[in-house]
């Protein structure tokens, strides 16, 4: 059997697989990774979180880098992935999206169950209080008085809702996303070069948890070797002929 059909196979007579997403499941909406060449690495030096924390430069620098990003995010539009992996939790096939993206693409699409790993970047959040609000407008007033925004409520720092380099993960957020992999009997992967932790343990986890693991990504991963099937090409046409194959089934 070919491995699409195989794929499919495993969809439909499955009780919902778990996709975990990377950030190459929006490079077809335009956004770029961070490890493909010209990805956001090859013209940025990361600001870690402590620099953050410590250094009005640091700030200002972080908000230079994101302003320019942010512009990615807002005019980006989910791709036909994003779209079919909504589709099929709509039908019962996917329980829910655990992704590393902080594009919001994923909701955008129409997935309900996303557990955002990095957090988000359509917000920002105050370091001191917790208050929320819109990234757009945070991003909009830098941009408009080439000043850092700090919180409306409390004058603290803020920062995009994202984990930054050098920052804890959410608790809550992981245990979940654990618990979703154990439950699932097909961990479906795509996008991620699956370097970073968790990321690079989900695939043993679902395996040891006895799912079946599927991993589509363009290059070759490191984790290639624990999946039950990989498929090196673009999400998006992969995605669209697995669909193909449940549509004739
Ligand atoms: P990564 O950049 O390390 O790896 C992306 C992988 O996706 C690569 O192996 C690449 O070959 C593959 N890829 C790219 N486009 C593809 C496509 N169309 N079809 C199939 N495969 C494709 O990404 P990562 O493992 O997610 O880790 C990077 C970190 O980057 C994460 O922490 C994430 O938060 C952050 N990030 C997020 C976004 C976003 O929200 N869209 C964008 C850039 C970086």
Redesign the pocket.
Same mark, same amino acid.
């Given at each position: 059997m070919q491995k699409i059909e195989q794929i499919a196979e495993w969809l439909a007579a499955g009780s919902g697989a778990v996709v975990f997403s990377?950030?190459?499941m929006?490079?077809?909406s335009g956004?770029? @990774?961070?490890?493909?060449p010209g990805?956001?690495w090859a013209t940025n030096q990361p600001v870690y979180f402590d620099e953050y924390m410590a250094s009005s430069e640091a700030r200002y620098e972080y908000w230079r880098q994101k302003s320019i990003a942010h512009q990615d995010f807002a005019d980006s539009q989910p791709n036909c992935g994003h779209k079919l992996l909504a589709a099929w939790e709509q039908v019962g096939m996917v329980q829910g999206v655990i992704t590393?993206?902080? @594009?919001g693409l994923h909701q955008l699409a129409g997935s309900s169950l996303v557990l955002e790993l990095?957090g988000t970047a359509r917000q920002v959040a105050c370091l001191e209080c917790g208050a929320r609000g819109p990234a757009d407008q945070a991003v909009a007033e830098f941009l408009a008085t080439d000043e850092v925004p700090s919180c409306p409520e409390c004058d603290g720092i803020t920062k995009h809702a994202t984990i930054s380099f050098g920052q804890q993960l959410d608790d809550e957020v992981l245990r979940q996303a654990d618990q979703l992999v154990q439950r699932a009997d097909l961990l479906l992967v795509m996008?991620?070069?699956?370097?970073?932790q968790p990321?690079a343990s989900l695939p043993a986890i679902a395996a040891r948890s006895g799912a079946r693991v599927v991993i589509?990504?363009?290059?070759a991963?490191d984790q290639d070797g624990i999946a039950d099937a990989v498929i090196h090409g673009?999400?998006?046409e992969t995605l669209e002929a697995i669909n193909s194959c449940l549509e004739n089934s």
């Open positions: 990377g950030a190459g929006s490079t077809e956004i770029p @990774d961070f490890r493909s990805g956001v590393q993206n902080i @594009d990095h996008g991620s070069s699956l370097v970073v990321a589509i990504n363009r290059d991963t673009e999400i998006g």
